[in-house]
């Protein structure tokens, strides 16, 4: 019966029936307190459906609660650590809601998480994370990067990027832009 639920709240995602797989999700969840399943897929299916449909309402007012997107999130990847997706969603929608600072603290639990677990390979979280964290810098300072903020985030980006591009740390990838005389 869950496998059925959670196949039929997918097929509503798919079929951009955002808030009928978060119903579903819901549901879910309230019987399987236990299942990180429900909760990461009622936080998927509501963060799609704030980036789809928008998430105000005819007065202005926000339709999803994001502070309870990013909790049922965290109480996923607080429920099962190991959970690479998890952690990547989580810290993904941080940076989502502009909470730079708290979705970078993730990125590096993620980034941990990827050294202890040898035959996983998170880097491709990380590329476009740099991307994301680049253009909330440029936004937030509008595009000046010698802005205080810009500068503490930029380093931050670059490393992202390098690890997304599949290196280990910024000194290994600083290895190959060095000029070999």
């Given amino acids: 019966m869950a496998d059925d639920e959670i196949t039929q709240a997918a097929q509503l995602i798919a079929q951009g029936d955002f808030t009928g797989a ?9 019987s399987n307190p236990d299942d990180p399943v429900g909760f990461h897929g009622w936080a998927e299916a509501a963060l799609f459906e704030i980036q789809v449909n928008g998430n105000l309402d005819g007065k202005g007012n926000d339709r999803i609660n994001e502070g309870q997107i990013a909790a049922y999130y965290r109480r996923a990847s607080s429920m099962d ?26 990125f590096r639990k993620l980034k ?5 677990l040898d035959d996983l390979d998170v880097s491709s979280h990380f590329y476009e994370a740099a991307k994301t964290l680049i253009d909330l810098i440029d936004l937030k300072t509008e ?17 992202f990027a390098m690890l997304g591009l599949g290196f280990s740390s910024t000194d290994e990838a600083m290895e190959y832009l060095v000029a070999e005389e």
Avoid: H, T
């Fill in 81 to 106: 650590p190991k959970n690479p997706e998890y952690l990547a969603s989580y810290a993904k929608a941080l940076l989502e809601f502009d909470r730079i600072s708290m979705s970078v603290r993730e």
């Fill in 143 to 159: 595009f000046d990067r010698s802005n205080p903020n810009a500068r503490q985030f930029i380093p931050v980006a670059l490393e």
């Fill in 112 to 116: 941990a998480l990827g050294e202890e």
């Fill in 22 to 30: 978060m119903q579903i999700f819901e549901s879910y969840s309230e």
